[in-house]
């Protein structure tokens, strides 16, 4: 250590190695994070109409409206008190504590007695699913080689949609009143989740600290000795170990609010732009048509209510298949280039379909179809958002980084269901495509922003991003 720099060799061996065993078990016990939270939106979205019945809590729809709102803001509440703490405390220990936070509300919640205590360990739950989002993908970036990080990033998050389809395939069993009593099966929708939680929780207590931020802290011994463990795990036993020029990490302890603010939006400004337009315009586009879809094809496509659950599965399918195939083009081809091409796409695709459907030349499962193709492209797009927010800013806080822009884009996006779901209830089609065109001028806009302030971000290490 030298005054306030710390030289190792440790980030180049990070990004040097091999892709490994080791690191899928990482991606498992910490990706899980979006599979979790998709799990919990399909259950708890599928479970509204039971907790309306009198054997159950009996809420009113007003209550469970007002139990959904506290989950949100309870997942900004934590993504920011826990996206603080993770840069001041570690990774490791803050993503066990949200994971133990997220499954303890769970679980609880589904003994309450009554809507005062549900809505309570509503908000403690989001909070848990809030924190895991900037603890998760600080560790994911910080452990993962650069040259492949695009990829694991956007199938990751892509993962969440099969969360969806699990819950939502859980649900058409447990809560049958024909096979599990109605009494008890919403309980068992919340014990899934909770169960589900504790076997992660056993796998990430194996997962290191990230060596990258124990070097931000001056810890470079113990960076060392981490990164040791990491290869005698990562790579083949016979590996000729070879020497790597060590690079310039400079230590920083703890950030006062007033300095994080100053690195976030004065020094690194053109990246907080970037950011903020990305998170806004996906979350809108997600929004508007996630939280409608149920009332467009009961209302235009005459679909029965009890059978609109099984159009979700086409829609998770595009929205998993989109990051996973299309993520290697942001290695390949790079961010400035495929970030623009999918938010413009994913926007284009949506008015087109919103066209097909005011001429009347869509059915309920041609429209499902029509939006699984959008939101193939979709996804991919939302996902980069999230890449682009946790490569692009300092190991020092980068944990604070991505809560407020999750932060931001979650509580900007939530008024989308409240326009469509006026736009809905005009009763015209080409009323709703009006709305579908604001979303596409917004989709176009982030496209143009995301080419003149993008980074050239792929497969260059953290520390060399950091320092542009």
């Keep these: 250590m030298t005054g306030d720099v710390v030289h190792s060799d440790v980030p180049r061996r990070l990004d040097a190695l091999g892709w490994s065993a080791w690191h899928r078990r990482v991606i498992l016990a910490l990706g899980i994070t979006w599979i979790l939270d998709g799990l919990e939106a399909s259950l708890v979205a599928n479970l509204a109409p039971t907790l309306r019945d009198p054997r159950t809590l009996g809420l009113t729809a007003t209550q469970i409206g007002l139990a959904s709102s506290i989950y949100l803001v309870g997942q900004v509440a934590g993504a920011l008190v826990f996206g603080y703490l993770t840069d001041r405390r570690g990774r490791k220990r803050l993503f066990l504590v949200t994971l133990a936070l997220y499954l303890v509300s769970t679980a609880l919640g589904g003994l309450s007695p009554n809507f005062a205590v549900f809505v309570v360990l509503r908000f403690f739950a989001g909070a848990g699913i809030g924190g895991e989002y900037a603890a998760i993908n600080s560790a994911i970036d910080e452990l993962v080689p650069a040259r492949i990080r695009g990829r694991i990033d956007l199938g990751i998050n892509g993962s969440y949609w099969l969360g969806v389809a699990f819950g939502a395939g859980v649900t058409l069993v447990v809560l049958d009143p024909g096979l599990v009593p109605i009494e008890l099966g919403w309980r068992l929708v919340f014990g899934l989740g909770a169960t589900f939680g504790l076997a992660i929780l056993v796998i990430r207590r194996h997962v290191p600290e990230s060596p990258r931020w124990l070097l931000m802290r001056g810890r470079a011994d113990e960076a060392s000795a981490t990164m040791e463990v990491i290869e005698r795990h990562a790579l083949p ?37 970037l950011c903020f337009v990305l998170m806004f ?94 939101f193939f492209v979709g996804s991919a797009a939302a996902s980069s958002a999230y890449l682009t927010v946790s490569e692009l800013f300092p190991v020092h806080l980068r944990g604070i ?33 009006s709305g579908y065109a604001v979303v596409t001028v917004l989709m176009l806009v982030a496209a143009v922003v995301a080419r003149v302030l993008g980074v050239d971000a792929e497969r260059r290490p953290l520390e060399e991003l950091a320092v542009h």
């Design 237 to 273: 036993a016979d590996a000729v170990r070879v020497a790597h020029e060590p690079v310039a990490v400079r230590v920083v302890h703890a950030l006062s609010i007033r300095e994080i603010v100053h690195t976030l939006f004065v020094r690194y400004r053109r990246r907080a732009v």
């Design 281 to 374: 315009s996906q979350a809108f586009l997600y929004n508007a048509i996630f939280f409608s879809y149920g009332l467009i094809l009961e209302r235009f496509h005459h679909v029965p209510a009890n059978r609109v659950g099984l159009y979700i599965v086409p829609l998770a399918l595009g929205n998993f298949l989109g990051p996973l195939l299309l993520g290697r083009h942001f290695d390949e081809w790079g961010r400035r280039r495929m970030i623009p091409l999918t938010y413009a796409g994913a926007g284009l695709l949506l008015l087109a379909s919103g066209l097909l459907f005011a001429s009347g030349q869509l059915t309920a499962l041609t429209q499902t179809l029509a939006w699984s193709v959008v």
């Design 401 to 433: 980084a991505i809560a407020v822009f999750y932060a931001f884009g979650t509580l900007v996006g939530a008024g989308a269901p409240l326009l469509f779901g006026a736009l809905i209830d005009a009763g015209k089609p080409h009323v709703l495509v």
